[in-house]
């Protein structure tokens, strides 16, 4: 079975090459302890008042699982998510992939989403997060989205670990992974899945009894659409509450125009 790199948060031009060259890799000491058991403390009573297999938004077929919850407008449910949207590692990846190689002016998130993945979950369908931008996927050979997927529980191969194929933002449109290139993203917590928006990948199954819990964001070129309208998932109130470097991530400028994106 393929495998990812386990790379220290702090070798920043290792995770980069890791991601160019395998399309993905985990990155290790992301997050702290404290910063991952405030962040489900947050979250527990919005998880607690939702039914397994349904969302806020009212997304819900076969693709997001009967045993999952999936929460968005994080950033009314927690202060903290400040401090994960803004993470020193995940800054840098998303501005020398987009800013520094000319591909884009600025960086900008376009979502955030609380997944939980309950027992007897089974395995997702394969998929690319670029492709909800399918017109301008694959129009050059740059990506247009990077992604971390934060552990705030361990991620084990039986509790739900992200299925990965490396190598595979390189393949034709078409191709489907044998097995044996498959890969499990089994990690501790506080560390974070890197992965481009090409790599194919879904969530694991979940056969432990206990929930796998991870928490996604993903970057994208600035002149993309996001696929997460922040003003409406949350209060906002508490998006104008942010720190400027917050704001603009989230796309919310002092007189509400962007020029040039």
Same mark, same amino acid.
């Given at each position: 079975?393929?495998?990812?790199?386990?790379?220290?948060?702090?070798?920043?031009?290792?995770?980069? /090459? +890791?991601?160019?060259?395998?399309?993905?890799?985990? +990155?290790?000491?992301?997050?702290?302890?404290?910063?991952?058991?405030?962040?489900?403390?947050?979250?527990?009573?919005?998880?607690?008042?939702?039914?397994?297999?349904?969302?806020?938004?009212?997304?819900?077929?076969?693709?997001?699982?009967?045993?999952?919850?999936?929460?968005?407008?994080?950033?009314?449910?927690?202060?903290?998510?400040? $401090?994960?949207?803004?993470?020193?590692?995940?800054?840098?990846?998303?501005?020398?992939?987009?800013?520094?190689? &000319?591909?884009?002016?600025?960086?900008?998130?376009?979502?955030?989403?609380?997944?939980?993945?309950?027992?007897?979950?089974?395995?997702?369908?394969?998929? =690319?997060?670029?492709?909800?931008?399918?017109?301008?996927?694959?129009?050059?050979?740059?990506?247009?989205?990077?992604? +971390?997927?934060?552990?705030? =529980?361990?991620?084990?191969?039986?509790?739900?670990? =992200?299925?990965?194929?490396?190598?595979?933002?390189?393949?034709?449109?078409?191709?489907?992974?044998?097995?044996?290139?498959?890969?499990?993203?089994?990690?501790?917590?506080?560390? /974070?899945?890197?992965?481009?928006?090409?790599?194919?990948?879904? &969530? &694991?199954?979940?056969?432990? $009894?206990?929930?796998?819990?991870?928490?996604?964001?993903?970057?994208?070129?600035?002149?993309?659409?996001?696929?997460?309208?922040?003003?409406?998932?949350?209060?906002?109130?508490?998006?104008?509450?942010?720190?400027?470097?917050?704001?603009?991530?989230?796309?919310?400028?002092?007189? &509400?125009?962007?020029?040039? +994106?």
């Amino acid at each position: 079975m393929a495998a990812l790199r386990e790379i220290d948060h702090q070798q920043v031009d290792d995770i980069l /090459a +890791a991601v160019e060259t395998d399309g993905a890799c985990i +990155a290790l000491n992301v997050l702290p302890g404290e910063l991952c058991d405030g962040l489900l403390h947050d979250f527990q009573p919005h998880l607690d008042a939702l039914p397994w297999g349904e969302d806020e938004l009212g997304y819900r077929d076969d693709f997001y699982g009967a045993s999952t919850k999936r929460l968005h407008g994080l950033f009314s449910k927690s202060t903290r998510m400040e $401090a994960v949207l803004t993470n020193r590692l995940f800054l840098t990846l998303a501005n020398r992939m987009f800013v520094d190689t &000319g591909i884009s002016r600025d960086i900008r998130l376009s979502n955030t989403e609380l997944m939980v993945l309950n027992q007897d979950q089974d395995v997702q369908v394969f998929h =690319t997060d670029a492709g909800s931008w399918h017109r301008v996927q694959h129009q050059e050979q740059n990506e247009i989205l990077i992604s +971390a997927n934060c552990a705030l =529980t361990d991620f084990t191969a039986t509790n739900g670990a =992200t299925r990965v194929v490396p190598g595979s933002h390189r393949w034709e449109k078409d191709r489907t992974p044998r097995e044996d290139e498959v890969c499990l993203a089994v990690m501790p917590r506080g560390s /974070a899945l890197i992965y481009a928006g090409n790599v194919i990948h879904s &969530g &694991g199954a979940n056969r432990e $009894a206990e929930a796998r819990v991870g928490l996604y964001l993903g970057y994208i070129v600035s002149w993309l659409r996001p696929i997460e309208n922040q003003l409406v998932t949350n209060e906002p109130g508490d998006i104008f509450s942010l720190s400027d470097q917050a704001r603009r991530l989230l796309d919310v400028s002092p007189g &509400g125009f962007t020029v040039i +994106a």
